[in-house]
């Protein structure tokens, strides 16, 4: 009967058996191995009265002899000896230099030897390489194999889920100039349902894209920058049974789009002729309009000025200290971005100046002294202070920080005076949260101020010690306070440096409160 099974399992094909995590030990006095390799059975499925063999992914690395342990549900926690202990020689060797081993029962009959009437789930074998005593376990190849009824098994896991492969592609090929639309398409094998997100290195192109019943998924876009992309497809499947995969990157190579050619125009305005001393403006027009960048204005070769800004397509130069002569002017356009536009120069405008002739008239003249004004102005009215820290004393956060340059310009008739007052309310995370507008305080200063004023700083206002926002006291800047007072006019620059308490109690967030400045 053995040399029979052995026979028969030399001449079946070899299946891939899945390797199980379990190692078990044969005999009392024998070390555990490392698993070193897989078997696989004979053929991928089977009834429970047939036989098969065990076949091994190379081979032992020592001992003379092996011997096979089965596990699994029903029989001993220890496992059952399906083969034992027996010299290597004996058995055929296998393509990958392992070893053929026929298992000299059947399942079934394993199963009755020890008790089992059922035969369910997974069950796990141990090719085991060992002395001639077998004392000494040298490595063992693990497999599987999984009873889907009593009388039935395969060596695949019906419960495990079944791989996907993705693919992408692109119409049109690479490279392309930017602003092309393109179209990457990922193809799913096996087609099933669930989204493809195309990325662009790390970046999401665009939102998931679902896949239809050919396990085809499309994106179209424009927008790639001019640049090299890195195109992958990730695939994730709606539900259980299959797995999620990700295409191989797929190089694309956008280049800038050509560059377009512009047009300059130049007019002068008087036309042809102006008198010395008169205002000549001149005047650039740029086609496209969009094109940013900026106009050299220049007279018989030599620049006039600094190059000017373009703005809406038109730049403009005025001058009145042109010599009296022959003039010829030109406009030169120089683009911001000479990847997206062609730079351009006018046809050159001819232009005569002539000498000064004096002349007499005469004028009245009437003037009108006006109120003025008096006005205050902030032009940055964002102050960050940093991140409050715990004081020496560990019973308060604290942070310091400077009020952003403050603007008066007093302008009126009669030189009345001023003061600049300041108040703030509580500090709030927008959460229900608050600081109370008493725990800040300041030391004005003055930036600057114009000759002819005099300016005071008002007197510094302490911080309270970290009141809670319910307070009612009147400390701090929850008071209005003096800035500065002046007089003489003119404009000022007021400052302050900034004090805030934090009770330990407040919650961590971001904090903002308004302080409303007034000048009278």
Known sequence: MFQHRLLRSAAAGIATLVAAGTVSVLAAGAANAAVVGSLTTSTPNGADTSAFSVSSSAACPGGTNLSVLLTGPGFPAAGVNAVGNTAQSIYQANAAGGLVVPLPETMRQYASDNGVSTLSGQYNFDLECRGAFGTQDFGD??????????????????????????????????PVTAGTSVTFTADETPATAGNVQFMDGATALGAAVAVDANGMATLNTNTLAAASHSITAVFTPSGTGFTGSTSSALTYVVNPAAATPTTTALAVSPANTAAQFSAVTLSASISPTGAAGTVQFSDNGTSLGAPTAVSSGTATLNTSTLAVGSHSFTATFVPSNTTAYIGSASAAVPYSITAFTGSTASETITTTVVSGSLVISVPDSQVTLPSPALDSAGDLFTTTGTLKPVTVTDTRAGNPGWTVSGQVGDFSDGQNHAISGENLGWAPNVVDNSTAQTVTVGAPVQAANGVSAGDNGTAGLKQSRTLATGTGLGTTHLSAGLTLNVPTSTVAGTYTATLTLTAI
């Open 141 to 174: 190849f693990t497999g599987s194999i999984w009873f889907t009824s009593n009388t039935t098994w395969q060596n695949t896991n019906p419960n495990a889920s079944t791989p996907t492969s993705t693919t992408v592609t692109t119409n049109p090929a690479s």
